[in-house]
């Protein structure tokens, strides 16, 4: 495990890539780590990928890509639950992972009352939230296409992106599945406006474009 301990010194701020790391290795990585907040492990049948981003632009997209959907969805009154940075593993596909952000929302009625998932059993999140993941060497798109993620938000710094799996492959849309009234290049004119805005002026921004797009 050494390689992994090393990685959480402050002045390694990218991501490195382990081989041949077992289902069991991979497990004992997940608890020796749970509580390093700054860390985002990937796993792909025996490839480990472990980052750390940079937290302020990034934590700053991540949080304000996900407060847009909340936002519009509580004004549509579409009852969502956020997991946040929730680590999603499955024995049966040999792959895990942890979204910048997740959501349950057509499959919440799935998991009511539980605290804690199985996600060998129960569904993956209705939709996942990605920053400037481009250059991330475990490519995640089959990952979350193999547990079965409807659908996945994407911004690489310059454009908010939206995919839908379909047929076991994920496809650019227009719209979000999740929020028919929101394009992709609105959520990247509110993502980019939240960066200018005061927070109560951009929240009120939002509501009145639900309004009026009712």
């Given at each position: ?11 390694l701020t990218k991501s490195e ?198």
């Amino acid at each position: 495990m050494t390689g992994i301990l090393e990685l959480t010194k402050p002045e390694l701020t990218k991501s490195e890539v382990l081989y041949g790391i077992s289902w069991e290795m991979y497990e004992e990585i997940l608890e020796e780590n749970w509580d390093k907040n700054s860390l985002r492990l990937t796993y792909d049948s025996g490839i480990l990928e472990v980052e750390m981003p940079n937290w302020l632009r990034h934590e700053e997209d991540s949080r304000n890509l996900a407060a847009l959907f909340e936002e519009i969805s509580v004004e549509l009154e579409i009852d969502f639950r956020r997991v946040g940075s929730t680590t999603y593993k499955k024995q049966g596909i040999h792959k895990g992972f942890e979204p910048d952000s997740g959501f349950y929302i057509q499959s919440i009625n799935l998991i009511e009352g539980k605290t804690d998932l199985d996600f060998e059993n129960d569904p993956p999140p209705d939709l996942t939230i990605e920053i400037n993941r481009t250059s991330s060497s475990v490519p995640r798109m089959p990952i979350f296409a193999a547990f079965g993620v409807p659908e996945v938000w994407r911004f690489d710094g310059t454009a908010v992106k939206f995919y839908v799996l379909e047929k076991g492959v994920y496809l650019e849309t227009k719209t979000s599945l999740a929020l028919p009234i929101l394009t992709s290049e609105k959520a990247t004119e509110f993502l980019n406006n939240s960066k200018m805005m005061k927070s109560t002026i951009r929240i009120k921004s939002i509501r009145d474009w639900v309004e009026t797009e009712r």
